[in-house]
């Protein structure tokens, strides 16, 4: 796998709130493949993570969302945590950034909460996708159909549940970024 990802380029969408493992496990197994990985948000500096119910450590910002732009970019992943995704849902640079990956055709991967920037951004009518429980009414009700399993792929989206299904989601992550363009992954 290393060999067809190594020297992609992956954005990690991400604010303050995020999941602790969610940004920090994916991004290790994108590096650990060679793939050059920035976490983007809205604010410089460093974003504050959440674990275990409280707040935790900090990861360094590399890139700001209005500096950005999806061509610069092989695939989006977007971690969970309540607050991280409901802060980036209400930014419109975040929304635009997050709908370019579906109008060019890259894979995108959101985990628990993350769903919700993908339904403000317009993009789940029709997919067929999986997520924290409790944001499973509002994809129904913006036209995904959801499933209870550890990780579903849907034409290049990759979503699963919550940190239990990592080791599952970074592996299709790695396989999403290795296929490339899906010619289906639509906004």
């Given at each position: 796998?290393?060999?067809?990802?190594?020297?992609?380029?992956?954005?990690?969408?991400?604010?303050?709130?995020?999941?602790?493992?969610?940004?920090?496990?994916?991004?290790?197994?994108?590096?650990?493949?060679?793939?050059?990985v920035?976490?983007?948000?809205?604010?410089?500096?460093?974003?504050?993570?959440?674990?275990?119910?409280?707040?935790?450590?900090?990861?360094?910002?590399?890139?700001?969302?209005?500096e950005?732009?999806?061509?610069?970019?092989?695939?989006?992943?977007?971690?969970?945590?309540?607050?991280?995704?409901?802060?980036?849902?209400?930014?419109?640079?975040?929304?635009?950034?997050?709908?370019?990956?579906?109008?060019?055709?890259?894979?995108?991967?959101?985990?628990?909460?993350?769903?919700?920037?993908?339904?403000?951004?317009?993009?789940?009518?029709?997919?067929?996708?999986?997520?924290?429980?409790?944001?499973?009414?509002?994809?129904?009700?913006?036209?995904?159909?959801?499933?209870?399993?550890?990780?579903?792929?849907?034409k290049?989206?990759?979503?699963?549940?919550?940190?239990?299904?990592?080791e599952?989601?970074?592996?299709?992550?790695?396989?999403?970024?290795?296929?490339?363009?899906?010619?289906?992954?639509?906004?």
């Open positions: 796998m290393k060999r067809h990802v190594e020297g992609k380029r992956v954005a990690i969408l991400a604010a303050n709130g995020f999941e602790e493992s969610e940004l920090k496990s994916p991004k290790a197994a994108l590096i650990e493949a060679g793939v050059k920035d976490v983007v948000s809205l604010e410089k500096g460093e974003i504050r993570g959440w674990s275990n119910k409280d707040w935790s450590g900090t990861c360094p910002v590399d890139k700001l969302v209005t950005v732009k999806a061509e610069d970019y092989d695939m989006l992943v977007i971690p969970g945590g309540m607050y991280n995704p409901d802060s980036l849902r209400t930014n419109q640079d975040a929304l635009r950034f997050t709908r370019d990956f579906f109008e060019q055709h890259k894979p995108v991967a959101a985990i628990c909460h993350a769903p919700w920037v993908l339904i403000s951004a317009g993009v789940v009518d029709g997919r067929t996708m999986t997520s924290y429980p409790s944001v499973k009414d509002d994809l129904s009700n913006a036209g995904a159909k959801w499933v209870d399993k550890e990780v579903v792929v849907d290049g989206l990759v979503t699963s549940r919550t940190p239990k299904d990592l599952a989601f970074n592996k299709k992550v790695l396989e999403e970024l290795a296929e490339g363009k899906h010619a289906r992954q639509v906004a």
